[in-house]
């Protein structure tokens, strides 16, 4: 229960965002959920092999230099697999691979939302603010 609500509310968030652009749901969660998202993994990957190189670090350039790449790669496959969709069939087919992958695993459509769209990127963005602390030399053994 608490799932759905959590879902609904940011089901919420995603149509007030859309509101000042003119954007319905569809549209909004679209821009933001396949576009945005992988862009923002994109970016604090990118940003970490920057701080890296800047500060010398070279453990943290090849690792990040490849989470960079893992990255990009991913992202550009998603946007060459969404661009050439409406934006309505764009929503209703990563709609779909959601409830595919719910049912695969055994979980609720709200909850493989919630793992991907709230988990999975906090996690992403975490570890890299993680890295960046790591690499300035802000985290220290106790």
């Given at each position: 229960m608490?799932?759905?609500?959590?879902?609904?509310?940011?089901?919420?968030?995603?149509?007030?965002?859309?509101?000042?652009?003119?954007?319905?749901?569809?549209?909004?969660?679209?821009?933001?959920?396949?576009?945005?998202?992988?862009?923002?993994?994109?970016?604090?990957?990118?940003?970490?092999?920057?701080?890296?190189?800047?500060?010398?670090?070279?453990?943290?350039?090849?690792?990040?230099?490849i989470?960079?790449?893992?990255?990009?790669?991913?992202?550009w496959?998603?946007?060459?697999?969404?661009?050439?969709?409406?934006?309505?069939?764009?929503?209703?087919?990563?709609?779909?691979?959601?409830?595919?992958?719910?049912?695969?695993?055994?979980?609720?459509?709200?909850?493989?939302?919630?793992?991907?769209?709230?988990?999975?990127?906090?996690?992403?963005?975490?570890?890299?603010?993680?890295?960046?602390?790591?690499?300035?030399?802000?985290?220290?053994?106790?």
């Amino acid at each position: 229960m608490i799932i759905k609500f959590i879902f609904a509310f940011l089901c919420g968030v995603l149509y007030v965002i859309g509101l000042p652009f003119g954007l319905n749901y569809e549209e909004t969660s679209v821009y933001i959920c396949i576009y945005f998202c992988p862009l923002l993994c994109v970016a604090c990957a990118l940003f970490t092999t920057y701080k890296a190189i800047r500060k010398k670090k070279s453990a943290f350039i090849v690792v990040n230099s490849i989470i960079s790449v893992l990255y990009i790669l991913i992202t550009w496959g998603i946007f060459a697999h969404y661009s050439r969709l409406s934006i309505h069939e764009q929503f209703n087919d990563c709609m779909w691979k959601l409830y595919g992958l719910s049912d695969h695993i055994g979980i609720s459509y709200e909850a493989v939302n919630l793992l991907i769209y709230v988990v999975l990127l906090s996690a992403i963005i975490l570890f890299h603010l993680f890295e960046v602390l790591a690499i300035d030399g802000k985290l220290k053994k106790k």
